[in-house]
């Protein structure tokens, strides 16, 4: 499922600063490191943000791009399955009131993402008993439960970088 338009809109989005870009790519909750035999497998969680973590673990709910570093990524049909569809608009290096909204009331199914996915952890952190899968590029698998006290720093960091974006859908 590739959406392709040439319709520009514009939307709300939380920018990070690129003071905090270090701070957010430090993993923030377990880290499984991969094996020397291959890659990490088979873990269980509520949510799994990236192309790759979702594909190869068993989530209720997988967030993806279908991009993995920022190359064309398609690689499992577990991508591809039946059930609860949802598409987001969220530009690179922000947060779209789009996502969050849409991240927020998604119980269950897939989030295609147009953008990027990357920072749509964040407000699965602010649940209450959600764990959450999410790469950690050429490493391994972090795993991070919910917590509200993260999310709000991290919202407060954004909270004064909101701008609006024109996006290509």
Known sequence: MQL??????NIPALLLPGEFRRFLAMPQGT????????DVKGLEATVSVGDVVSSRHRTVIKVFDYKS????YISN????????????????GM???NAMTITTNTSRGYIY??????????????RSNTSILYGQ??????RVDSDINMALKVLKILKPTVVTCKCGV
Request: proline share 9%.
């Open 4 to 9: 392709k338009s040439s319709k520009i809109v």
């Open 31 to 38: 880290l499984y490191i991969k094996p020397s035999t291959g």
């Open 69 to 72: 570093k920022r190359s064309h």
């Open 77 to 92: 049909s577990r991508l591809r399955g039946v059930g609860e569809w949802r598409v987001v608009i969220n530009p690179p």
């Open 95 to 97: 947060l779209s009131l």
């Open 113 to 126: 993402v147009v953008g990027e996915e990357d920072l749509l952890v964040l407000p699965f952190l602010a």
């Open 137 to 142: 590029p050429g490493t391994g698998v972090v």
